[in-house]
């Protein structure tokens, strides 16, 4: 359990929001890609790892009040399409926050906040969130 326990934390992508870079037209994405949807072929082994700053503005959000029973707790809750600084736009909830508060155009910046656990003494599973800036 200790060694897939230490892979998971140590995954490059697990504490990181990341993305990929286009080595031809030096475009970014997220989630990664094998090939540059602009670039096509020319893309082909040139597609690098990208830590994305977390930092973008509200384009466009909504509060959910009608929630699946695992999010009963967290009711409501903010969701929000994110234009990253870095040029891609990212789908993801709102936290520490008042729903009057959000505001398209608003700032905002990624954290990583537990997601899930398994069980009792299972694996913890962590994912990102985003804070208004």
């Known amino acids: ?5 230490r892979f998971w934390r140590e995954s ?8 990929n870079q286009c080595g031809n037209c030096k475009r970014i994405f ?5 090939v540059c949807p602009i670039c096509h072929r020319e893309s082909i082994g040139k597609m690098k790892d990208y830590t994305l700053s977390g930092n973008g503005t509200i384009e466009s959000f909504s509060v959910v009040h009608d929630v699946p029973p695992a999010f009963t707790r ?14 891609p736009s990212v789908t993801g909830q709102i936290v520490d ?25 299972g694996i ?10």
């Open 1 to 5: 359990m200790g060694e897939v326990s």
């Open 12 to 19: 490059v992508h697990r504490y990181r929001l990341m993305g």
């Open 30 to 34: 997220f989630p990664p890609r094998d």
């Open 74 to 87: 967290q009711r409501p809750y903010i969701i929000a399409i994110i234009r990253l600084d870095d040029g």
């Open 97 to 121: 926050s008042d729903p009057g508060e959000v505001e398209m155009g608003k700032r905002v910046t990624s954290v990583f906040r537990r997601v899930a656990q398994e069980g009792e003494s």
């Open 124 to 133: 913890i599973e962590y994912g990102y969130k985003f804070v208004l800036a």
